[in-house]
């Protein structure tokens, strides 16, 4: 039991009701107890009360793609600093990739995770599980003892089910469990070696391209098999305008079908590279900038689902290396809002669209009761000043990795307060 939390005063934006006001909101034990259009009638008795001073409070967001160190790398991040940069960032929920030491393919590892993040971590841990035994796509693993463990989805992570029979296996299973399947897009036959987007600039930098068609082609399979199979199917992560026309395509017929995309393809494009800027290395990699426009104009028109992180901790040693040769993976839990943010500065996007594919998007998607303001919903709550300017610099990020695309960045929007369970987990040194 907690002292009630009245936070007024407030621009309160909840994307699942479309609301948009300003008004208060009352926490008791960990949930939205009362919303107050215009403001509170009375205070509780022993209330703490916040005045958001106009500010926007928000769901806090909801991160479907998050990579840590912990268990076998905790050098590059832990779930306790994970959940201090999430917090920062405010993301009060994150789906934890099985990409582990050991991999996430046991129940007994995902009991031991949530057991872990509970006691170490700010923010809410949702631990995925692999889809196939050491994310080799040879085997699938035990879904129903890993959903009854606690697991919120399916995913291979950074690898991608090559084989169709196993992938068609796996759907089948987890639709019958009831548990999504999130499925990251790459034919290792057309990737290869490739290290960015397959197109004149990877031709002038000398470097081996990724065609489009290695992410287009497993998206097309995947959309039949899902179709076939009745599975709940998630594209991890689409990056062009092909996958958008393809995803739009397969929604008209198939309910069950949702995308998501990566915060950097849609911030972000191929020229960032730059000189051989290793921290751009990703997978799936940065696009042209139609390709950015195209992925921008599927988030508007709902095609595109959620926006997450693909938060991914490196350390120096494997991203300070010849560009061919570097790892792939960028930190993204602290600037995710504020990169989203941009589109909507821009005009490209309102800000309820981009708060949906953050918030009450991927809570309908994973089954939470959380991503929304509503009475009884978790009191997972952001402050947000959205027109607050800051320069993203490495020493100020609480991830243990540096690894961040937006080194050196401007821009606009920075959580002040960030609440779980109606408990304030960060501040803002100006809050």
């Known amino acids: 039991m907690t002292r009630p939390l009245l936070i007024e005063n407030a621009r309160v934006v909840d994307p699942a009701s479309g609301t948009d006001t300003l008004g208060a909101v009352l926490v008791e034990n960990g949930v939205v107890g009362d919303i107050a259009p215009g403001g509170p009638v009375g205070v509780p008795e022993g209330a703490e009360v916040v005045n958001a001073?106009?500010?926007m409070l928000a769901p806090g967001l909801i991160d479907m793609r998050v990579f840590t160190g912990e268990p076998g790398k905790e050098y590059r991040e832990t779930l306790q600093s994970a959940g201090e940069a999430a917090a920062a960032g405010g993301v009060t929920s994150f789906v934890m990739m099985p990409d582990a030491t050991p991999v996430v393919d046991d129940g007994a590892l995902v009991d031991f995770l949530l057991r872990r993040a509970k006691a170490t971590s700010k923010v809410n841990v949702l631990p995925s599980a692999a889809i196939t035994r050491g994310l080799e796509g040879k085997e699938i693993t035990e879904f129903g003892l890993?959903?009854?463990?606690?697991?919120?989805?399916?995913?291979?992570?950074?690898?991608?089910?090559?084989?169709?029979?196993?992938?068609?296996?796996?759907?089948?299973?987890?639709?019958?469990?009831?548990?999504?399947?999130?499925?990251h897009l790459a034919d290792r036959s057309l990737t290869g070696d490739g290290v960015m987007n397959e197109g004149l600039f990877a031709t002038v930098l000398g470097l081996r391209g990724i065609p489009r068609e290695a992410e287009t082609i497993p998206l097309a399979r995947d959309l039949q098999l899902a179709a076939l199979t009745g599975a709940t199917y998630h594209a991890a992560q689409i990056s062009c305008a092909a996958?958008?026309?393809?995803?739009?395509?397969?929604k008209s017929r198939n309910r069950k079908v949702t995308a998501g995309v990566s915060i950097n393809n849609l911030a972000l494009n191929e020229n960032d590279i730059g000189r051989y800027r290793t921290y751009f290395k990703l997978s799936t990699p940065l696009r042209s900038e139609d390709d950015r426009q195209a992925v921008i104009e599927g988030l508007k028109s709902g095609a595109i689902d959620t926006i997450h992180s693909d938060h991914d901790p490196?350390?120096?040693?494997?991203?300070?290396?010849?560009?061919?040769?570097?790892?792939?993976?960028?930190?993204?839990?602290?600037?995710?809002?504020?990169?989203?943010?941009?589109?909507?500065h821009s005009g490209d996007v309102d800000l309820v669209t981009v708060l949906r594919a953050m918030t009450s998007r991927p809570a309908e998607i994973l089954g939470l009761e959380s991503g929304r303001i509503a009475r009884g919903a978790p009191?997972?709550?952001?402050?947000?000043?959205?027109?607050?300017?800051?320069?993203?610099?490495?020493?100020?990020?609480?991830?243990?990795s540096r690894n961040t695309s937006f080194e050196g960045a401007r821009l606009a929007g920075k959580v002040m307060r960030t609440f779980v369970a109606g408990a304030e987990v960060f501040r803002h040194a100006e809050a």
């Open 53 to 55: 001073g106009g500010l």
């Open 146 to 183: 890993l959903k009854e463990a606690g697991a919120v989805c399916l995913t291979d992570g950074r690898s991608s089910v090559q084989s169709n029979a196993l992938l068609r296996t796996a759907m089948s299973y987890a639709a019958n469990y009831g548990l999504p399947l999130v499925h």
């Open 243 to 250: 996958s958008v026309e393809l995803v739009t395509a397969a």
């Open 314 to 344: 490196q350390d120096t040693e494997v991203k300070r290396q010849p560009f061919a040769e570097a790892s792939d993976g960028a930190i993204g839990l602290e600037t995710l809002l504020a990169a989203a943010l941009r589109l909507v």
């Open 379 to 400: 009191a997972d709550l952001i402050l947000v000043d959205i027109d607050y300017p800051w320069q993203v610099t490495e020493s100020d990020l609480r991830s243990r």
